[in-house]
């Protein structure tokens, strides 16, 4: 009889589950192209490269995100957009990642606007979310509490109308990196050419919304965000990177979990569907794509074009943490946490392990990167210079220094850092916090050593003066990470 009751139970509480039919196609023909294939410019464009990787955090990361491409758009440097002219890469994660498909797929104009039409707005529109509600709950601790016709839809209506990794490729200059976690593997899942070259799948008819959405899936908010594996109906063969990240000893570990990943996506025996949840759980900054780039060209430059990588000369890489709050409330009794507080308590302290190492490992990353880039630049022959560059007037193989930095709210004082992590990690937020939010993302950007000292680095003090003059304060120069040659 117990057993019985036990098994009707959990048959009921599997009913109650919200389900996710596959969002994507099988591609039949050839491999899947570039996520952009930007052509060089003039000589003399393209020597300072931007690259910005969004956090995790709802709604309070979207904000955040956008708040710092404000900074970044007021910077005094003689363009219409200031530095958002520069951004040739954007990472997004949850949250994050919303900000950064809008500003991939429509560049600096796409922020135009941005808050009133997704920010003070009710993303939680389709969704089941009240605590109050018994069949929300057991919804979410049978699955998820809601599908992907949720938030998605609501991302499609309010930003990207239909728009689709194809659209991406054809519009924009801008790589962009939308970031997932893979369940079953528990990996972070990369919405790229080579991630759907493995599942035999065509990533250019994916929309937009469907990808950050399940770089939002929140456990127990949603059901996981489900993608087939079309083995067999393309002509795939693993590519020698692949082969090579898998069985290098000297490969990093997040590297050849990757790889294997990749390897059961083409085997049925192991992968059918493919699960997608939260892509803050593995990897919360979304920096995955460098060491997948680096690995998949086998070159120095990579994520860099060639003569992306000559033309360069200061290059600035931004993570925005837009914080996770912490919750002691039941840290101050013996009781506890327990139900659906533990699993989000569980899930919370995934997110924040995978936010400090993913950080670390991304700063190595960078600065082996620099090396390596300068090593190759000056190994190039001349010939080869002005083929890239367009001239070999002004060439200095070593001028080149990347700063990587932080945007948190931690350079914030103590009191708006209170309030602010007080904000809940929810695609719903007061107009009031939004602002608070966009605010700080703006003044932590500004204050940030990494970002001040790349402005130094190309505009000498003019920069700084006027930059200082817009934050009410003189910026002094900065520290950086960058490895001189």
């Known amino acids: 009889m117990i057993r019985s009751l036990t098994l009707a139970a959990l ?21 899947n192209p570039p996520l952009v294939d930007p052509a060089p410019g003039p000589p003399g464009e393209d020597e300072l490269y931007v690259g910005l ?32 002219d520069n951004v040739r890469l954007v990472s997004g994660v949850s949250g994050g990642s919303v900000t950064a498909a809008q500003l991939g797929l429509h560049g600096p104009a796409g922020l135009r606007g941005y808050r009133e039409r997704y920010l003070v707005t009710d993303a939680e529109t389709y969704m089941a979310n009240s605590p109050l509600n018994p069949l929300t709950i057991v919804r979410g601790l049978s699955g998820g509490a809601n599908g992907r016709a949720t938030f998605a839809r609501y991302l499609d209506e309010t930003l990207y109308h239909g728009a689709t990794f194809g659209d991406l490729r054809a519009r924009s200059r801008v790589k962009t990196w939308i970031n997932a976690t893979d ?15 493995a599942l035999c799948s065509d990533l250019s008819s994916l929309p937009l919304s469907e990808a950050v959405a399940a770089s939002a899936a929140f456990p127990l908010v949603f059901s996981p965000i489900v993608l087939e594996a079309h083995q067999g109906e393309c002509a795939y063969a693993e590519p020698d990177w692949l082969t090579a990240a898998r069985h290098n000893p000297e490969a990093t570990a997040a590297m050849r979990a990757h790889a294997r990943a990749l390897e059961s996506y083409a085997d049925p025996a192991a992968v059918k569907y493919v699960k997608l949840l939260d892509g803050g759980i593995t990897d919360n900054f979304g920096t995955t794509g460098l060491a997948v780039e680096r690995a998949r060209a086998r070159a120095a430059y990579a994520p860099m074009t060639p003569a992306e990588a000559v033309r360069l000369k200061r290059l600035l890489f931004l993570v925005a943490n837009a914080g996770v709050e912490v919750d002691y409330g039941w840290t101050q009794k013996i009781p506890g946490p327990g139900g659906a507080q533990l699993a989000m308590s569980i899930a919370g302290a995934s997110l924040g392990a995978a936010t400090r190492a993913g950080y670390d490992a991304m700063r190595g990353e960078l600065r082996r990167w620099q090396e390596d880039l300068v090593e190759w630049r000056c190994a190039l022959p001349p010939a080869e210079v002005r083929r890239l560059r367009g001239t070999a007037a002004g060439w200095d193989c070593r001028d080149v220094k990347l700063f990587v930095g932080e945007v948190s709210f931690e350079g914030l004082d103590p009191e708006a850092r209170k309030a602010l992590n007080a904000i809940p990690t929810r695609l719903r937020l007061t107009p009031d916090q939004v602002d608070r939010v966009i605010a700080a993302g703006r003044a932590a950007t500004r204050a940030s050593a990494e970002f001040n000292g790349f402005l130094h680095s190309f505009g000498g003090d003019a920069v700084a003066e006027r930059m200082a003059a817009q934050g009410g304060r003189r910026i002094a120069p900065a520290r950086t990470v960058a490895v001189t040659p």
């Open 11 to 31: 048959g009921l509480l599997a009913a109650c589950s919200a389900v996710n039919a596959p969002i994507n196609r099988a591609l039949h023909d050839g491999a």
């Open 53 to 84: 990787a969004f956090s995790g955090g709802g709604m309070r990361a979207s904000a955040f995100a956008y708040g710092m491409a404000e900074a970044l758009r007021e910077a005094p440097t003689g363009t219409p957009n200031g530095l958002l």
């Open 183 to 197: 369940m079953a593997n528990r990996t972070p899942f990369l919405f790229s050419p080579e991630t759907f070259d």
